[in-house]
Every structure is written in C-alpha cells, then in structure tokens.
C-alpha cells in the first residue's frame, strides 16, 4: 500500500504543476512512460532491497530451512504478488508455501550468476512452484567470501501489470508494454500478451519498430497492429534493462 500511495505522488508531480490553480494539462506520452517505469523499477528494487536485508540475516545464513522459513514467511505474507524461495549451492530449493520441492533450480540460466555471487534482476521464467509466468529477484547468501546459497522471489507478472493498470489509469486507445533484452514481452496492458515476442505476432512493421527498439537504448517508434496505426514512445530502464513503452493508436485501417 506505501508503494502506491508513493508512486501516485509522483505520478501526479509528473502531471501537475505545483502551486497552478488552472487545470491541469492531460498527460503525455512521456510523462506516462515515466510513471510506469519508475513505478514498475520501484516495485523491483524494493523487493531486490528486502532481500538483501532478509540475506544478511542470522536465519538466513544458516542454510537451514527451518531456521529461516518463518522469517521468510513473514515477508512473503506482507507483500502480495510473489513467492519467497531459497536455494542451495546444488540447485535443490524450498518455498514458503511447499517446504522442500521435488525438481531444482541449477537448469535456470540464472543460477550460475547467483552461485558466483552475483544479483539477478527481472529474469523471465515460469514458475516451477507456481506455473505463473514471474520475473525473478535474487542474490546470493554469503558466508564471508563463500556463497552458501540464494534467497529469491517470483514476482507474478499477471499480478503486477494489473498493479500497473490501476496505477496508470490509461484511457482507451492508449497501452503499455515492457520488453526483455530478448525481445520478450514482460509486461502488457493485456496480460495474454506475457512472454510473447511482438515480432512473431505478424505485422513486419511492428516487428521492424521491435528490433529499433532492442537496438536503441530509447525514442519512438510507429507500426501497424490490430488493424491500426500505433505510435510508441520508449525507454531502457537502469534495473532491468526492460524497454518499458506506452503505445497509442492511431485511426484504424480500412
């Protein structure tokens, strides 16, 4: 609840003039790019930011389940949208909800980043525990200089550009959308879209604007979809390195 209340201050320093006693001006493209991308980077950074803490810990440097599931539970339990996991070095894992799970994580192109003691941000996978399309948040678990372990959260992405949507409030004609370094959608204002690559979808010409986008850290871009034309404004996020857009559609072709 802090998180929205906080990102709805600044959404309306984005789009109101402090001290006008005019009305204000409707927003921009821009000024909605900025609000989702920072709402969508503050909810990340936030839970990297618990994890560190909750990593630091006694229970959780301990490596032992027990120790450190009601601590895990806890924080799982005060922020809706994601699971808590931990994992150890041979990729066998625990979640809050199930305890220990019958299948590991050292097949997920990740895991070899956090065993080498580095965070990971925003990596796209289907849960394993939850079968949610998720982005990933984690870091490693040090003892001294070794690690001994990782503790992690799938946020479900569903759940977030819902989040997202009650945030932005857009009118229709107007979208958001999100994508990976890879060209996979992270987040849309239809959620189906999850996980989809825009350039597989048909339109040679959105599929054109989707690679300039990948190859340009941030401008504009206009396509052709759903029997219209789209202009979309974009930008590189610092966190996740996620393309976060916002699309509006022009007059519908005949």
């Known amino acids: 609840m802090k998180r929205l209340l906080l990102v709805g201050v600044l959404f309306t320093l984005l789009v109101v003039v402090p001290g006008c006693a005019q009305k204000a001006p409707a927003p921009t493209g821009t000024s909605i790019l900025s609000a989702f991308m920072s709402y969508t980077d503050l909810r990340i950074t936030s839970v990297r930011q618990s994890l ?101 959260a799938s946020l479900f992405l569903d759940k977030l550009s819902e989040q997202v949507d009650a945030v932005l409030a857009l009118e229709p004609g107007t979208s958001y959308f999100a994508l990976s370094p890879d060209g996979l959608t992270t987040l849309h204002r239809t959620v189906d879209r999850h996980f989809l690559d825009p350039r597989e979808l048909g339109s040679e010409s959105l599929k054109t604007a989707v690679e300039e986008m990948l190859a340009v850290a941030e401008g504009e871009v206009t396509y052709e979809f759903d029997n219209a034309t789209k202009t979309a404004v974009y930008r590189t996020s610092p966190v996740t390195q996620w393309r976060f857009a916002i699309a509006v559609g022009g007059a519908a072709k005949k």
């Open 52 to 152: 560190e803490i909750l990593a630091s810990t006694s229970e959780v440097k301990s490596g032992k389940w027990d120790t450190m599931k009601n601590l895990l539970a806890g924080y799982e339990a005060s922020d809706g949208g994601l699971i808590v996991w931990y994992v150890r070095p041979d990729g066998t894992y625990f979640t809050v909800e199930k305890g220990l799970m019958d299948v590991t994580l050292s097949d997920r192109d990740y895991f070899p980043d956090l065993m080498a003691g580095r965070a990971v941000t925003g990596a796209l996978v289907v849960s394993k525990a939850t079968g949610q399309r998720s982005a990933v948040v984690a870091v490693p678990v040090k003892k001294g200089e070794a690690v001994v372990g990782a503790i992690g």
